[in-house]
């Protein structure tokens, strides 16, 4: 908590200044272009990897990076928290993308390829079968990437199920076929820095440096500017 204070106290006298006019811009609504779903991990830190400021990311974290799917009329089959903000953010917000993102390392993935949570954690194990579809995928059809751990490998076939969840509720069927909703899985190596987006095309998760970086923008948003409509992401 020391350094927690001490960033407060930091940030205040040196970040808040250049931010002051932007602070009581947002103080009237927010208008951000993506919701970015990630892990609770200490280690994955949005605003830092995407250099994003306040306004401009709608972020909702959990252990696993997980999306409950839907039923036929939109409810969720778990957590009603994750639900509640994909309605807000598609229907309130109007954001223009969605973005899951896991990442290497994971102990919610680890947990799943062990079959084996913690002791003592029954909503933790209830939770984590929302990632067992990922692991049976992982078992009969193989990695994206070979070379990586297997609790890795899970975790790129983690984010890739878990944009199929996404796609079992209406509302966000909906806007994709509409063209007005982006879906993309990204997965953050933790060790080295790095960013990779999926690519359909390779079945690969492809690092995301200056070249691909200006494909996805392309891809994304052509040249007089309205969003593609090939959101729907391949299968793995």
Same mark, same amino acid.
């Given at each position: 908590?020391?350094?927690?204070?001490?960033?407060?106290?930091?940030?205040?006298?040196?970040?808040?200044?250049? @931010?002051?006019?932007?602070?009581?811009?947002?103080?009237?609504?927010?208008?951000?272009?993506?919701?970015?779903?990630?892990?609770?991990?200490?280690? $994955?830190?949005?605003? =830092?990897?995407?250099?994003?400021?306040?306004?401009?990311?709608?972020?909702?974290?959990?252990?696993?990076?997980?999306?409950?799917?839907?039923?036929? #009329?939109?409810?969720?089959? %778990?957590? @009603?928290?994750?639900?509640?903000?994909?309605?807000?953010?598609?229907?309130?917000?109007?954001?223009?993308?969605?973005?899951?993102? %896991?990442?290497?390392?994971? %102990?919610?993935?680890?947990?799943? @390829?062990?079959? #084996?949570?913690?002791?003592?954690?029954?909503? =933790? /194990?209830?939770? =984590?079968?929302?990632?067992?579809?990922?692991?049976?995928?992982?078992?009969?059809?193989?990695?994206?990437?070979?070379?990586?751990?297997? #609790?890795?490998?899970?975790?790129?076939?983690? $984010?890739? $199920?878990?944009?199929?969840?996404?796609?079992?509720?209406?509302?966000?069927?909906?806007?994709? /076929?509409? %063209?007005?909703?982006?879906?993309?899985?990204?997965?953050?190596?933790?060790?080295?820095?790095?960013?990779? /987006?999926?690519?359909?095309?390779?079945?690969?998760?492809? @690092?995301?440096?200056?070249?691909?970086?200006?494909?996805?923008?392309?891809?994304?948003?052509?040249?007089?500017? $309205?969003?593609?409509?090939?959101?729907?992401?391949?299968?793995?």
């Amino acid at each position: 908590m020391k350094k927690l204070i001490e960033g407060i106290i930091e940030f205040r006298e040196q970040r808040l200044p250049e @931010l002051e006019q932007r602070f009581q811009e947002l103080a009237r609504g927010q208008n951000p272009d993506t919701l970015f779903i990630s892990c609770s991990d200490s280690r $994955v830190v949005p605003s =830092l990897l995407m250099s994003s400021d306040p306004g401009e990311l709608f972020i909702m974290r959990n252990v696993g990076n997980l999306m409950p799917p839907g039923t036929r #009329d939109g409810n969720s089959t %778990g957590d @009603l928290s994750e639900a509640s903000a994909i309605e807000y953010a598609v229907l309130v917000l109007k954001v223009r993308n969605i973005v899951i993102c %896991g990442h290497s390392g994971c %102990g919610a993935m680890k947990a799943v @390829l062990s079959g #084996d949570p913690l002791e003592d954690t029954p909503n =933790l /194990a209830q939770w =984590l079968e929302h990632a067992a579809c990922a692991l049976h995928r992982l078992q009969e059809e193989g990695p994206l990437d070979s070379s990586i751990p297997p #609790d890795d490998q899970l975790s790129q076939l983690n $984010v890739l $199920v878990q944009i199929e969840h996404l796609l079992t509720y209406p509302i966000v069927r909906q806007k994709v /076929a509409d %063209g007005e909703l982006q879906l993309s899985g990204w997965w953050f190596d933790s060790g080295k820095g790095e960013m990779s /987006a999926y690519e359909p095309e390779s079945r690969r998760f492809e @690092l995301i440096d200056r070249s691909e970086g200006e494909r996805l923008i392309g891809h994304m948003y052509p040249a007089d500017g $309205v969003l593609c409509c090939d959101a729907t992401p391949a299968s793995p």
